[in-house]
């Protein structure tokens, strides 16, 4: 028995020793590499059958076109992914039903000087560029906002929001103030509102096809990874608290129409709140709050990160195209308060 027993504390030891060698001698590039190679789950509908429409452009949808991605949720919504869509017609049923989109944006303290004209003048020639655009500049320096061309029926709105000497609070505060936005102007003038951060760019098409009653986006980061290693807040007194979940989803992207919007941000507003009176603070922010409100109220429209990637994760065999790029960070120097 004992030779048996220091048989196995050997062949431990030199399971540990593969695994310390195998994370010394590959980089995080190359560990991204290999998880690029784990097979994503499939569309379980079978060619002809439909699905759950948002709306009825989507009945034009060929999600059989993508057989190395995920095309649809359990739930029957769609997961966009170049190759499944027509640009021109997507465009065209949105003109004819007079879409319109407000997109809001926060560039707070360093992050209006060091990013929001990049991301302006992309969106201006990438974002919903056959619809009528409204941008949200959302900021407490308006004063600096740059003075930016806009093509015909786009048009830039201002508005002053409190700086916060966290940035954590910041980007937990932008659900409160879109809510108060959408309330008390967006509802008036778009249909569709999508929000964004601002250390972005636009480098594609980021189109039509992505409008829906509520809309998702798949995190870059976690999309080939098994449910188990998801960054779900795990503590149990936060009320962004979950188990398990359908995917995890990246807060720099979300959308909708200006309801399904509003519900979601008043709603994530209400459980931060709570979360600060029993003085508890969510692991991602308001990114694990937005986790918590989409696994409850399920997305009519997930998008493919083709809609927002980072440069750093390296090559992926499933993405034919980039719409949206993470900019260089600079938390260093902008994250400090002044």
Same mark, same amino acid.
């Given at each position: 028995?004992?030779?048996?027993?220091?048989?196995?504390?050997?062949?431990?030891?030199?399971?540990? *020793?593969?695994?310390?060698?195998?994370?010394?001698?590959?980089?995080?590039?190359?560990?991204? =590499?290999?998880?690029?190679?784990?097979?994503?789950?499939?569309?379980? +509908?079978?060619?002809?059958?439909?699905?759950?429409?948002?709306?009825?452009?989507?009945?034009?949808? %060929?999600? #059989?076109?993508?057989?190395?991605?995920?095309?649809?949720?359990? #739930?029957? *919504?769609?997961?966009? #992914?170049?190759?499944?869509?027509? /640009?021109?017609?997507?465009?065209?049923?949105?003109?004819?039903?007079?879409?319109?989109?407000?997109?809001?944006?926060?560039?707070?303290?360093?992050?209006?000087?060091? =990013?929001?004209?990049?991301? $302006? $003048?992309?969106?201006?020639?990438?974002?919903?560029?056959?619809?009528?655009?409204?941008?949200?500049?959302?900021?407490?320096?308006? !004063?600096?906002?740059?003075?930016?061309?806009?093509?015909?029926?786009?048009?830039?709105?201002?508005?002053?929001?409190?700086?916060?000497?966290?940035?954590? %609070?910041?980007?937990?505060?932008?659900?409160?103030?879109?809510?108060?936005?959408?309330?008390?102007?967006?509802?008036?003038?778009?249909? =569709?509102?999508?929000?964004? %951060?601002?250390?972005?760019?636009?480098?594609?098409?980021?189109?039509?096809?992505?409008?829906?009653?509520?809309? *998702? +986006?798949?995190?870059? =980061?976690?999309?080939?990874?098994?449910?188990?290693?998801?960054?779900?807040?795990?503590? /149990?007194?936060?009320?962004?608290?979950?188990?398990?979940?359908?995917?995890?989803?990246?807060?720099?992207?979300?959308?909708?129409?200006?309801?399904?919007?509003?519900?979601?941000?008043?709603?994530?507003?209400?459980?931060?709140?709570?979360?600060? !009176?029993?003085?508890?603070? *969510?692991?991602?922010?308001?990114?694990?709050?937005?986790?918590?409100?989409?696994?409850?109220?399920?997305?009519?429209?997930?998008?493919?990160?083709?809609?927002? #990637?980072?440069?750093?994760?390296?090559?992926?065999?499933?993405?034919?195209?980039?719409?949206? $790029?993470?900019?260089?960070?600079?938390?260093?120097?902008?994250?400090?308060?002044?």
């Amino acid at each position: 028995m004992r030779v048996l027993y220091k048989a196995k504390r050997v062949l431990t030891c030199a399971g540990c *020793a593969s695994v310390l060698l195998f994370i010394a001698y590959f980089t995080p590039t190359s560990i991204r =590499y290999l998880e690029g190679l784990i097979p994503m789950n499939r569309c379980h +509908l079978a060619p002809g059958e439909k699905l759950k429409l948002g709306n009825s452009i989507d009945a034009s949808l %060929d999600l #059989w076109s993508r057989g190395d991605v995920q095309t649809c949720t359990d #739930w029957g *919504a769609p997961v966009i #992914w170049d190759g499944m869509f027509d /640009p021109d017609h997507y465009d065209q049923e949105h003109r004819r039903n007079h879409s319109s989109v407000s997109l809001t944006v926060f560039a707070v303290g360093r992050y209006l000087d060091a =990013y929001l004209e990049a991301f $302006l $003048l992309s969106a201006e020639r990438h974002f919903m560029v056959a619809l009528p655009v409204t941008y949200y500049v959302f900021t407490d320096v308006p !004063e600096r906002v740059p003075n930016i061309h806009l093509g015909p029926g786009r048009s830039l709105k201002v508005v002053r929001v409190q700086r916060h000497s966290r940035w954590q %609070d910041i980007s937990m505060m932008r659900m409160r103030a879109i809510a108060d936005a959408i309330e008390s102007q967006i509802r008036r003038y778009s249909r =569709y509102i999508f929000c964004f %951060d601002v250390d972005q760019v636009f480098v594609g098409r980021f189109g039509s096809e992505a409008l829906g009653d509520s809309v *998702a +986006l798949l995190h870059a =980061y976690y999309y080939h990874r098994p449910q188990s290693l998801y960054t779900y807040d795990r503590n /149990p007194r936060s009320r962004a608290y979950m188990e398990t979940g359908d995917f995890y989803y990246h807060a720099a992207v979300f959308g909708g129409s200006w309801q399904n919007v509003k519900n979601m941000t008043e709603t994530c507003y209400q459980t931060i709140m709570e979360d600060k !009176e029993n003085q508890v603070e *969510a692991l991602w922010h308001d990114e694990s709050h937005l986790n918590k409100y989409l696994w409850l109220h399920k997305p009519s429209r997930v998008l493919s990160p083709e809609y927002c #990637w980072s440069s750093d994760i390296g090559y992926r065999g499933d993405m034919h195209v980039t719409r949206l $790029l993470w900019a260089k960070k600079k938390y260093d120097t902008l994250r400090i308060t002044e």
